[in-house]
T-cell receptor, first 113, second 110 residues
Framework: DGGITQSPKYLFRKEGQNVTLSCEQNLNHDAMYWYRQDPGQGLRLIYYSQIVNDFQKGDIAEGYSVSREKKESFPLTVTSAQKNPTAFYLC????????????FGQGTRLTVV | AQSVSQHNHHVILSEAASLELGCNYSYGGTVNLFWYVQYPGQHLQLLLKYFSGDPLVKGIKGFEAEFIKSKFSFNLRKPSVQWSDTAEYFCAVSGGKLTFGTGTRLQVTL
């Protein structure tokens, strides 16, 4: 069953702790993306990767880090430096060309207490 | 820098009413435009897309959008909405990275 898997669906962490969100795809897509969704602000791009071992900062990269060691995996770490980490995080993948769409996972809701 | 503006934040319509959601973009290169929909509790999915050619594109579930280059717009339309269209709608532009607007929450009442 092809698709994008984000885990876990809900995640709780204490303030000051780093946390890593998982994103795996078996669609053989070259590009992967991480977005943050907040009410009234739409989706904001955190990081994206067009190819293995390479990634670029998006619009709100501060306090986040990523790695792309394998084509199918693009984990996102929310560090303690992120001032407002509680949010809904969406991972997506696509072929990477400008004229192709992205496919989204179900998302991870992170709550930091 | 590319950007997308959606001016309608929350729209409430009765069933069978016509829908038009506004989307304006800013991007200096070749435009690729998308509308995505997020139904309650579901993941984001593609409604329709424009890359080139006919500026009037048709998508799933009776939705269509018109690309007007002179107005930098890509408005979404549906002649008659259904209760099941209740969702959040996002316009997006692609120029190497996919940039989304802030979304429009559509509520369709019976």
């Amino acid at each position: 069953d092809g698709g994008i898997t984000q885990s876990p669906k809900y995640l709780f962490r204490k303030e000051g702790q780093n946390v890593t969100l998982s994103c795996e795809q078996n669609l053989n897509h070259d590009a992967m993306y991480w977005y943050r969704q907040d009410p009234g602000q739409g989706l904001r791009l955190i990081y994206y990767s067009q190819i293995v071992n390479d990634f670029q900062k998006g619009d709100i990269a501060e306090g986040y880090s990523v790695s792309r060691e394998k084509k199918e995996s693009f984990p996102l770490t929310v560090t303690s430096a992120q001032k407002n980490p509680t949010a809904f995080y969406l991972c997506a993948s696509g072929w990477g060309a400008e004229d192709t769409e992205a496919f989204f996972g179900q998302g991870t809701r992170l709550t930091v207490v | 820098a590319q950007s997308v503006s959606q001016h309608n934040h929350h729209v409430i319509l009765s069933e069978a009413a016509s829908l038009e959601l506004g989307c304006n973009y800013s991007y200096g290169g070749t435009v690729n435009l998308f509308w995505y929909v997020q139904y309650p509790g579901q993941h984001l999915q593609l409604l329709l897309k424009y890359f080139s050619g006919d500026p009037l594109v048709k998508g799933i579930k009776g939705f269509e959008a018109e690309f007007i280059k002179s107005k930098f717009s890509f408005n979404l339309r549906k002649p008659s909405v259904q209760w099941s269209d209740t969702a959040e709608y996002f316009c997006a532009v692609s120029g190497g990275k996919l940039t989304f607007g802030t979304g429009t929450r559509l509520q369709v009442t019976l």
